[in-house]
């Protein structure tokens, strides 16, 4: 059984939970030990009584243990990025990128440590100088999903560590493999005990215990809408600070005029790779007139060369379905389409394979419009629908009718829409001819509206969250 990491030293518990295969649910990867409350507060108190002498740790001891994190994360990204799509379903292939993400997040939060950087104003007052200059904000409680298991994790914790806060990380429950790996690497990169504490448990006990707690100063989240609500709720009366990011709904457009590979590229890898589990999918493609039938023969035909399968299996470009209730979530939506009037153009049904796993053929279904559910909630699985419009200000109007406002693309050739799209566009991120999901490491992340609250993660924004601004005034 894989242990806990509290205050510096493996933990134990009596309760194990199985970490299960999703292409090949007879495949157990190990076993992990689960934290209840106790086990929860005990890293949290860790994490407070490191949080002062970290909070003054000098910056090269901060920028080399970064380093050396990143270093060895990337020396060994083919048994990490193994391990990723067996517990997650990924193909090996975006497994070993997620795991090349991970790293570089922490060369690059590394590097970062070294730019700490403040401003100096003078004041209105005379003889008096003004510096601002951040600080730690304490103890950061993390709590990831499952859909990217090394990466959200690293692109939360790397810049908590790098701006002086400790953490105490809650992995999601379906993917406690690459998170216990990376704890085992940050274990040994020389971090002071209880800087760093992982609590493997059900949100419902752990993150519970996280939510409850006066000594966590902050809490980085990434999940449901539900949850979010949840983590906002247990944090205003603490006035805690939190960043939440939350569901997608996100539009991408196809003009008349735009590339027709390009678009085809742009859709089929927006929506249905990573099995379409990711916040940043575009799961609705606005497509104008003069194109829709040639995008939708376009996307079939791509859609009919790719190979679902286990996700180990070099041959597989579509891994399953991350478990049993994602599965059964996106087959009723298939359903609740078809039931609304949605046609089902291509796949949407089980596939078998040697192996027992969770497979779907990627699902497109035409012929919806924008009040369908299937339009508005977020399925989270390999299922987009096509919404056929009039014109580029009908696809406009449609992409931003939507409660959420993550990530929002265009397909097209004309420079006058491009632009258009850019300003209008309610959505945190815009693509422009490239596809909505699959974001650099070093530039913002995050969304608007329902999608998101809080500063941005990510790159220098970054700092925005995971420090607190200090303004002194000096008389000499
Ligand atoms: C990406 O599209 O590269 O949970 C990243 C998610 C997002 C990350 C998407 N927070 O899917």
Known sequence: MKPLLIGGEWVTTSHGMKNVNPSDIGDVIDIYAQAGRAETQTAIEAASQAATAWGMSNLQQRHDILHRIGVEILSRKEELGALLAREEGKTLQEGIGEVMRAAQIFLYFASEAL?????VFASTRSGIGIEITREPV????????????????????????????TVVFKPAELVPGCAWALADILHRSGLPKGVFNLVIGPGSVVGQAILDDPRVNAISFTGSQSTGARV???????????QLEMGGKNPLVVLDDADLDVAVECAVDGSFFSTGQRCTASSRLIVTEGIHA???????????TLRVGHALDKATDIGPV??????????????????QGGHLRFGGELVRRETEGHFLAPALIVETSPDMRINREEVFGPVASVIRVKDYDAALHVANDTEFGLSAGICT???????????????????????TAGVDYHVPFGGRKASSYGP?????????FFSVVKTSYTSA
């Open 115 to 119: 730019r700490q950087k403040g401003d």
């Open 413 to 435: 050739t004309s420079l006058k829409h491009a632009v258009d799209f850019k300003r209008k566009a309610q959505a945190g991120m815009v693509m422009v001819n490239v596809p």
């Open 322 to 339: 991350v478990d049993a209730n994602q599965l059964s979530q996106d087959l009723d939506y298939i359903a609740i389409a078809r039931s």
């Open 138 to 165: 304490g103890v950061v409680g993390i709590i990831a999903p499952w859909n990217f298991p090394i990466a959200i994790p690293a692109w939360k914790i790397a810049p908590a560590l790098c701006y002086g806060n």
């Open 232 to 242: 906002a709720n247990a944090s205003v009366p603490f006035l805690r600070r939190i």
């Open 456 to 464: 941005r993660e990510q790159g220098t924004y970054a700092s925005e």
């Open 294 to 304: 040639r995008f939708v023969s376009g996307v079939v035909d791509r859609l009919a």
